[in-house]
């Protein structure tokens, strides 16, 4: 069951494969390179990992090990983490089950800006949590909302994009609605992701962003297909068919590395599938 993936500067494929609470890294050629993890509440362990992400930077992994409601910080040999992105030290893993500052009710995805500051999908306590670049707690929005468009429900996505001054784009289910923010967590615009009597399906999916024009990418899971906005919300188009048709896909990664490339956790195939867009 792969539910998510990211790739490096050497096109290496970094794969959550949930059932086997592991990740698993692959070449460009889809060859098996290594992997770490098992079961467990041990460090490198998981329960039921959900999301990865990779600071393009310093190549820093970093993976939503769901019930075990933490973030664990790799880096690329998959060795846990001792210092940021700055230099400094780290707390890692990030987080344990509560609702206080800095606890986690099963997050479900994870995001990292420019500066290296870390935003947090706690779904379960219907909140955005943001850290800096060392794991300390910073700020929070979502739960307990009172004005119009902050309130969050069940946000089980989001995405950092580096337009402006930066941008956090969150999927909020069942509504399926995508809701823009800045950085700080102020509120900017939201839109439907399913168009006006479609009969489309709702459920966990999940969003992220090419760092190029900024097009807004959704593995819409219910519905086996990847759906395409801009970044004011106009629809795009659709992406169903692959080297077979996409079942139940999970994650995605835009790359940069040679032109604009796809690569999709083909979930319900229990496949990663790569494309490439073609302008």
């Not at 539910?3 to 592991?22: A, F, H, K, S």
């Not at 070449?27 to 290594?34: A, T, V």
């Not at 809701?179 to 479609?198: A, C, I, R, Y």
């Amino acid at each position: 069951r792969p539910v998510d993936v990211v790739e490096d500067r050497d096109e290496n494929i970094y794969i959550v494969d949930q059932r086997n609470n592991r990740i698993q890294v692959l070449d460009r050629r889809g060859r098996f390179l290594r992997e770490w993890g098992g079961r467990g509440f041990a460090p490198r362990s998981f329960d039921t990992p959900s999301a990865i992400t990779i600071d393009r930077n310093t190549g820093k992994l970093y993976v939503v090990d769901t019930l075990n409601n933490r973030i664990q910080i790799f880096d690329p040999d998959g060795s846990l983490a001792k210092t940021g992105p700055n230099g400094k030290p780290i707390t890692n893993p990030i987080g344990r089950l509560g609702s206080a500052d800095g606890d986690f009710n099963r997050p479900r995805d994870v995001a990292v800006d420019k500066r290296g500051n870390i935003y947090v999908a706690d779904t379960g306590n219907n909140r955005i949590q943001k850290f800096d670049p060392s794991g300390n707690f910073l700020s929070e929005w979502g739960k307990f909302a009172r004005r119009r468009g902050v309130q969050l429900n069940n946000p089980v996505s989001l995405a950092y994009s580096d337009e402006g001054f930066g941008y956090i784009y969150v999927l909020n289910s069942p509504e399926c609605r995508v809701q823009k923010f800045d950085f700080d967590g102020n509120f900017v615009k939201e839109w439907p992701m399913h168009l006006k009597g479609e009969g489309a399906l709702c459920g966990p999916s999940r969003i992220r962003i090419d760092p190029r024009l900024y097009t807004v990418y959704i593995a819409d899971t219910e519905n086996d297909r990847v759906v395409l906005f801009d970044r004011d919300g106009e629809p795009l188009g659709e992406l169903k068919e692959g080297k077979v048709p996409l079942k139940k896909p999970g994650g995605l990664f835009i790359s940069q590395v040679f032109g604009e490339n796809v690569i999709i956790a083909d979930t319900g195939n229990n496949l990663i599938q790569k494309f490439r867009r073609v302008r």
